[in-house]
């Protein structure tokens, strides 16, 4: 191939188009003892080849084309478009992202997964219920902040997951809710809330995570705390993480 264009020295194959059949959605590479990350890295997507890849995508079920005049065609096209929902990465759930299905309701209490908009104190972690149910936004009442009571619109927006551990990058189009009837002890810091409930199952486990948890409350009456081990045994103690090293030179 070179003789007939010298460039092709430094491409794949010599310059020759070379077609991959394969469907990411089915087995993967079968790698003995490996673990998940090994067998995302031996997937053609990973290799250094990739760049030089277009894809070409399948838009009908060839199997499914085969079947007789007899059979209902709408029954058909449901069935496939059933198949290609099974995805991978459908099921992915990681920080920051919301699932790929939201069950709400009206009355449902949710949490915001983004900054939107900061005037109206549509902020990350600002928790509100739905008032209202649509295709493509969502009406919703906030509880918490200066905007309490105030009823705003929530879009869906397309969603890139920042987590590190996932080997590959994607979007999800999504409403950037998360069902919340209570929040963890990290997403509430810096919130002012007047009633705290807190439910230490088990004990905190890093530093400064008991300080936050009992430092939302503007009020001591609000506060209320239940510490309970496996077997559900009330007891009147937790620990407190502290490292006291990162006070020495404050």
């Known amino acids: 191939m070179q003789l007939e264009n010298p460039q092709n020295l430094h491409v794949p194959f010599g310059g020759k188009t070379v077609v991959f059949g394969g469907d990411f959605r089915q087995i993967l590479p079968v790698v003995p003892k490996g673990t998940r990350q090994d067998i995302v890295n031996a997937t053609i997507n990973s290799s250094h080849l990739w760049d030089y890849i277009t894809v070409l995508r ?11 005049q007899t059979d209902d065609y709408s029954e058909l096209v449901k069935f496939s478009e059933w198949i290609a929902s099974i995805e991978f990465l459908n099921g992915i759930k990681c ?22 908009d900061y005037s109206i104190g549509l902020c990350n972690g600002t928790r509100l219920v739905i008032t209202r149910l649509g295709k493509h936004v969502l009406e919703s009442k906030i509880l918490t902040g200066a905007n309490a009571g105030h009823k705003v619109l929530i879009p869906r927006m397309t969603l890139t997951p920042s987590d590190l551990r996932i080997p590959f990058k994607f979007q999800r189009r999504q409403f950037p809710l998360i069902v919340s009837y209570a929040m963890t002890i990290n997403k509430s810091q810096g919130q002012s809330l007047s009633n705290v409930g807190l439910y230490l199952k088990n004990p905190v486990f890093s530093h400064g995570q008991l300080y936050v948890a009992v430092s939302r409350v503007t009020n001591p009456k609000g506060l209320k705390i239940l510490v309970c081990g496996d077997d559900n045994s009330k007891n009147k103690q937790t620990n407190n993480v502290v490292y006291k090293e990162v006070f020495q030179n404050v």
């Open 58 to 68: 399948l838009t009908k079920n060839m199997r499914l084309q085969s079947l007789g």
């Open 95 to 116: 920080s920051g992202v919301p699932n790929h299905e939201l069950h709400l309701k009206v009355g449902t209490p949710v949490m915001l997964l983004r900054n939107i």
